[in-house]
T-cell receptor, first 111, second 119 residues
Framework: GQNIDQPTEMTATEGAIVQINCTYQTSGFNGLFWYQQHAGEAPTFLSYNVLDGLEEKGRFSSFLSRSKGYSYLLLKELQMKDSASYLCAVREPYNTDKLIFGTGTRLQVFP | GAVVSQHPSWVICKSGTSVKIECRSLDFQATTMFWYRQFPKQSLMLMATSNEGSKATYEQGVEKDKFLINHASLTLSTLTVTSAHPEDSSFYIC???????????????FGPGTRLTVL
């Protein structure tokens, strides 16, 4: 079956660094996405990894290890507006473009 | 990125009635649209994949006769919740995948969601 796990909740302080982990066990793999979702809003795209290694994009970085079925999202210089849910999603292969979402991590940033 | 709209943004209906939710891709042609359901404090659960001009593909456990999907054009897909019940109350979100893969990662773009409350 498909299994994508994330911590349910995390807290951090403004200006700090936080790492949100995602482990997956899926029948296929064609890339991993991270999305941010504020309460009651649509998810917005943050990052994409398909090869092993680190992808950096401003304050956000994402890492992937395919052999370990593991990814993390690193958020630096946290701001209050970063309080949101962070969703890890694995794309299935065979050109379906279908995404299987993880359980999601609610991040609360405190001043 | 692509702009996706949904209508209505929220709806309240009585138990037993049907509700139609529209998903529109405003600035590109979407051969594929996805419908998700999200319960409070939970992640997105894929309900079905909507393909333009053909029947939708439903995920296991999703009743196709209850959640009717029509993808009549490259810019519009509709989800109709038939004979809605309180347990169908949820946040319904659509997403689009661009035809021809012109986006960098073939990422999905999400609509703003529709909050359905069934009394």
């Amino acid at each position: 079956g498909q299994n994508i796990d994330q911590p349910t909740e995390m807290t951090a302080t403004e200006g700090a660094i936080v790492q949100i982990n995602c482990t997956y066990q899926t029948s296929g793999f064609n890339g991993l996405f991270w999305y941010q979702q504020h309460a009651g809003e649509a998810p917005t795209f943050l990052s994409y990894n398909v090869l092993d290694g680190l992808e950096e994009k401003g304050r956000f970085s994402s890492f992937l290890s395919r052999s370990k079925g593991y990814s993390y999202l690193l958020l630096k210089e946290l701001q209050m507006k970063d309080s949101a849910s962070y969703l890890c999603a694995v794309r299935e292969p065979y050109n379906t473009d279908k995404l299987i979402f993880g359980t999601g991590t609610r991040l609360q940033v405190f001043p | 990125g692509a702009v996706v709209s949904q209508h209505p943004s929220w709806v309240i209906c009585k138990s037993g009635t049907s509700v139609k939710i529209e998903c529109r891709s405003l600035d590109f042609q979407a051969t594929t649209m996805f419908w998700y359901r999200q319960f409070p404090k939970q992640s997105l659960m894929l309900m079905a994949t909507s393909n333009e001009g053909s029947k939708a593909t439903y995920e296991q456990g999703v009743e196709k006769d209850k959640f009717l999907i029509n993808h009549a054009s490259l810019t519009l897909s509709t989800l109709t919740v038939t004979s809605a019940h309180p347990e169908d109350s949820s946040f319904y979100i659509c997403s689009v995948s661009e035809a021809g893969g012109m986006t960098t990662y073939n990422e999905q773009f999400f609509g703003p969601g529709t909050r359905l409350t069934v009394l």
